[in-house]
């Protein structure tokens, strides 16, 4: 989230799309209301599906699964045809005024430097025009012919109410109701902001669906303030922490890149990563990506690295340039026999991965598996699956009891990045130990038998700073958590120039801020992000519990620590005007007094940009300093355009000659099979949760009480096509997709209606995927057997959200 | 009426009247409950009370364990009134979560061994575990570990183990995994942040 739970509470409008909040985040929803009840907020429901988040919103308008773009791209169209885009914010705050290159050009649903062959564009024309000087051009007038805003109003020229209409399914009444309403924010003291789930990030367009939201909160000046903002309701407790950790292929702690092979030395891989601006308006925040980068290197090998050696650069493991590693490739390898073993902690994707025929066989492949977790579940004794003869697996599997969360000690970071700590209120059952324990017994094993035996590059295994046990040899969190924070390697004098202090550090003393952070190895820092959760003097942050709120805006920031630096609304600098004088003087989240910031942590100290010697702008992370409104960090184009889902009920994109995403990977093993436009699978499918399981449900189907209320798997049909199909409800029948079935019970509800999409009747039906074999026994099994392997062309977050089936009585 | 959860339970005690509590919105039926509940009040006023945060979803609620003193053993997990996002309200899941406690019969206790074409697991201990996957991991490791790719670049990875992380652990035993799968040389590390 860019801003957090409680601020939903200050919006005005709050558009829910991606998202069945009441359900699924039913506590976030309670400050979704609060806004309404306090602001009388106007909440907006777009979804497929009527849920009880549309029956306490104002309304709901229902849209075809994986046309999220479309929509938005619509009210993008919207907001530029009816000058409704907030002026003063987007001439100064975004790159709407950059003079794009002559080069760079949109054809047929194609942006320039697209490789049919590799499925991947070159970048080189999705740049700017810079002066002598390096700096992009601007024209402030927005009326050059290849400004971003001339270009952006030329691309959604052509998201017409008759198109958008047409192929979301949503009436032009309802379009409009919708984007006039949310536009109606892009005023100064209006706020407008977006909750999403895996409603969107769950297509294989999802991040370009956020990158157009983000575009239309850029236009609407919401974006940095207070009840605005692009805001992720996340699935996992600590999702946003273990993203933040990057147990991810390509990253590591605090989203430093993961090296590819071609940067065969630190000096390219610094030279690559960090970016570089020429205009001095621009504080360019990264450019201190060597510092966090040294100093994670220092975390892990610690006085077995320095200058000399590269600090150990060269062991860290290289992905290939342009591959990807994901869950998905891992199962496609292991499918083909090339992946022999795995760890699974706290993770069944035999029910929650896409394509579940496939990650079944491909599990049989294995000649290893070590699992870690609470409950058994169906990844873990896949050996005696459904159709599974345990007398043909090969596979060694372990399976380690581990403690449950309230059984340890720890920090867990909510989607509004507050990183809680928690206490250990009992000690776990017989042989369960914490997850961390675990991790460290292994590769403690692990690193005994190189240091006995020798083997592959040994030097990053035996070298690796390893030493997070207590006295009694049990996992000391604190001790992995001040790690994570960062210290001194030497004694250290930090001279602040603008305030003309000089502050002493000890060796070992913890570094209070990531500013403090060096590239020259006398600092080590396991995430700098999370640099500043501890004080110098040891004091944990994240387990302060005051409930002071000086500015009246729910930010209580003494409640936990809030990454970066305490800071509760990132951007928060583009609250204020040119001046540092708020938009919005009743939701004051940020003032500048002529000398400093008052408020929340603001975004660097810097004096607002219309001090044009010491001014930054307000987007710092960003190399330009504004928001970007075009820019080449995404995979398939600068500006988000629609493409209908791998599987989907037309055969033509009425967009363009593009048809799907052109920038995804296509898997081809014999078990990917695809059905679009096909006739034996004529309906749109979608998955999603409930309030009473979470997940796989691979902790939630071993309690009773949760089991009672939501028993087993079900289909949701609309009543018209239930009628059309004579299936009633509670009877159980059969959903199928080219790749496999489930059979479950019917709940035949006026919930889905059938869509109009090009001029026919096009219906959509949903399932949980909260079920799979092992327990209950009578519960259905996993809905992933119905769902393609493919995912988003920057994420490869599968496409869980939209496909095709067919529903049949049994 | 603005009332601390330290206050409720004061109150509530002092009155020891099923009025006070009902008033409160507890509804204590039978007086067997009745006595059962004021069992509890009691064992909640004597309890360790330990601040835990919600393993579900990412709001971030926060609860209160109630811990027996001489056992050691939770009995009661309910939301904090004092938390700010949540104020002392939870869903379902999150009201339930005492079920996930060693209270619930289906949590795993012991360490579990599959063996090779065998139909059923078998008890073990943990050194007996964790010297076999270190076998298995550095043996694994060493066959497939590549050092150079096909263009002759230097890469240092191993190819043939995958690792599938959580987001139900803490940051700590993230940060623990992110940098011990990259000193084995991993690559196909995910988890579900992408799913």
Redesign the interface.
């Known amino acids: 989230m860019t801003n957090h ?2 601020d939903l509470k200050n919006s005005d409008v709050i558009l829910i799309m991606g998202s069945n909040a009441a359900e ?5 929803f ?2 979704i209301l609060r806004a309404k009840e306090q602001n009388g907020a106007r909440l907006i429901h777009v979804d497929p599906r009527y849920t009880r988040t549309s029956a306490r919103c104002d309304y709901h308008v229902p849209l075809r699964s994986g046309t999220d773009i479309a929509f938005l791209g619509g009210m993008i169209h919207y907001i530029l045809g009816n000058d409704k885009w907030f002026k003063d914010y987007v001439l100064n705050y975004t790159n709407a005024s950059f003079i794009v290159s002559p080069d760079f050009y949109f054809k047929d649903g194609l942006f320039s430097g697209y490789d049919a062959k590799t499925r991947k564009y070159s970048k080189d024309t999705w740049v700017f025009e810079k002066d002598g000087k390096g700096i992009p051009m601007r024209d402030m007038t927005l009326t050059h012919p290849r400004c971003v805003f001339q270009l952006m109003k030329k691309h959604y020229s052509r998201y017409t109410m008759e198109k958008v209409s047409s192929i979301t399914g949503v009436s032009k009444e309802d379009l409009t109701k919708v984007y006039a309403e949310y536009s109606a924010t892009g005023v100064k003291d209006k706020a407008g902001t977006e909750c999403y789930a895996l409603g969107w990030t769950h297509h294989t367009t999802g991040s370009q669906i956020i990158r157009t939201m983000s575009i239309v909160q850029l236009l609407l000046g919401n974006m940095g303030i207070c009840g605005g903002g692009v805001n992720a ?17 390509g990253n ?2 605090g989203y430093l890149k993961m090296p590819v ?2 940067q ?1 030395t630190l000096a390219k891989y610094i030279e690559k990563c960090t970016p570089k601006s020429s205009d001095p308006q621009s504080a360019n925040y990264y450019q201190n990506y060597p510092k966090f980068f040294v100093s994670f290197l220092k ?2 090998f610690h006085d077995k690295v320095n200058q000399e050696n590269g600090f150990g650069y ?7 340039d342009g591959a990807a ?3 998905m ?2 199962f496609d ?2 499918y083909k026999g ?10 069944d ?1 035999s029910v ?2 896409p394509n579940t025929t496939k990650v079944r066989k491909a599990l049989e492949n294995l ?2 598996l ?1 699992g870690e ?4 579940n169906e990844t873990y ?1 896949f ?2 699956g459904p159709g599974v003869d ?13 403690s ?5 000690e ?7 990045r ?3 700590w ?11 130990i ?3 324990e675990i ?8 690193r ?3 240091a006995k ?1 020798g ?3 040994p030097e ?2 035996l070298n ?1 700073k390893w030493d ?1 046990k207590d006295l009694k040899g049990r996992f000391d ?1 604190l001790k ?2 001040k ?2 924070n960062g210290h001194f390697l030497r004694d250290t004098v930090i001279e602040d120039k603008a305030k003309g202090t000089k502050t002493e550090f000890k060796k070992g003393q913890l570094v209070p801020t990531f500013g403090m952070l060096a590239d020259d190895g006398s600092t080590a820092g ?2 700098w992000i ?1 640099a500043g959760s501890f004080d110098a003097a040891g004091t944990n942050k994240m387990a302060k ?1 005051g ?1 002071d709120d000086p500015t009246g805006l ?1 930010l ?1 920031p003494n ?1 936990s620590y809030a990454w970066p630096v305490n800071r509760r609304i990132i951007y928060n600098r583009a609250s204020c005007d040119i001046n540092g004088k708020p938009y919005n003087p009743k939701r004051k989240l940020l003032e500048w007094t002529g000398e400093t910031w008052v408020g929340d942590v603001p975004d660097g100290p810097w004096p607002p940009q219309a001090d044009k010697q010491k001014g930054k702008y307000p987007f710092i992370m960003k190399q330009d300093g504004l928001g970007a409104l075009f820019g080449p960090g995404m995979a398939e184009g600068p500006f988000p355009e629609h493409y209908e889902p791998l599987e989907g009920p037309l055969s033509k994109n009425p967009l363009s000659g593009q048809l799907i995403n052109p920038a995804i990977k296509i898997f081809n093993s014999d078990l990917d099979k695809v059905a679009n436009a096909d006739a034996k699978f004529p309906y749109v499918c979608t998955t999603y949760s409930c ?5 796989s449900g691979a ?2 189907r ?5 089991l009672e ?1 939501m028993p087993e798997l079900y289909v949701e049909i609309g009543d018209q096509l239930a009628k059309e199909k004579g299936i009633q409800n509670g009877e159980r029948i059969r959903v199928s997709s080219v790749r496999g079935n489930v059979e479950c019970v019917a709940m035949v509800t006026k919930r889905f209606r059938p869509f109009l999409i090009e001029g026919k009747t096009v219906h959509q039906v949903g399932l949980p995927f909260n079920y799979g074999w092992l ?1 209950p026994k009578d519960g259905g099994d996993s809905t992933n057997f119905l769902t393609p392997t493919v ?1 988003d062309a920057n ?4 496409e869980y959200k939209a496909f095709m089936v067919n529903v049949t009585k049994i | 009426m603005e009332i601390t959860r330290r206050g409720f339970l004061t109150l509530s005690g002092a009155l020891g009247s099923g009025v006070a509590l009902s008033s409160l919105g507890v509804n204590l039926g039978p007086a067997k409950a009745y006595a059962a509940e004021i069992n509890k009040m009691q064992r909640v006023m004597t309890a360790k009370q330990v601040t835990t945060v919600c393993c579900y979803c990412s709001v971030g609620c926060g609860l209160i364990c109630s811990v027996d003193k001489n056992t050691g053993k939770v009995f009661n997990i309910e939301g904090d009134p004092e938390h700010p996002i949540n104020e002392g309200s939870l869903c379902a899941k999150g009201a339930g979560l005492f079920d996930l406690t060693e209270a619930n019969k289906y949590r795993l206790r012991k360490v579990l061994y599959r063996a090779p074409m065998s139909d059923r697991w078998e008890e073990k201990n943990w050194d007996w575990a964790l010297e076999r996957i270190a076998r298995l991991v550095k043996d694994t490791r060493d066959k497939g570990f590549v050092s150079k790719n096909a263009k002759g670049e230097l890469v240092n990875r191993c190819e043939t183990i995958g690792h599938l992380g959580s987001s139900n652990v803490d940051n700590e035993e993230c940060w623990l995994m992110s940098v011990a799968c990259r000193s084995m040389g991993l690559i196909y590390i995910d988890h579900q942040a992408r799913v």
């Not at chain 1, 060269?314 to 290939?320: A, G, Q, Y």
């Not at chain 1, 928690?422 to 017989?430: I, L, Q, S």
């Not at chain 1, 309030?691 to 997940?695: L, N, Q, V």
């Open positions: 739970y409680i699924h985040h039913p506590i976030a309670k400050w309701l996340r699935g996992e407790p600590n999702v946003q922490g273990s993203t933040d950790h990057c147990i991810l292929y590591l702690p092979a071609s065969d975390s892990m060269s062991w860290l493991p290289k992905m290939d590693y994901s869950l490739h891992l390898e292991m090339k992946i022999k073993g795995l760890f699974a902690v706290g993770t994707p929650s991965s000649d290893w070590v977790n609470i409950f058994d004794c050996w005696k345990p007398a043909k697996v090969k596979t060694e599997v372990f399976l380690l009891p581990a449950a969360s309230m059984e340890k720890g920090s867990q970071s909510n989607s509004g507050w990183v809680q928690k206490y250990k209120a009992a000690e776990a059952p017989d042989d369960a914490p997850v961390g991790t460290i017994k292994i590769l403690d094993a692990v005994a038998l190189y035996e083997g592959a590059c990053p295994i690796l997070y969190v992995v958590a790690q994570i396991g995430n999370m519990r409930k729910g209580y409640w309030t009473e399981h979470w997940c902790l939630t071993w309690q009773a009480w949760l209320a327990h995912g994420t490869f977050c599968p």
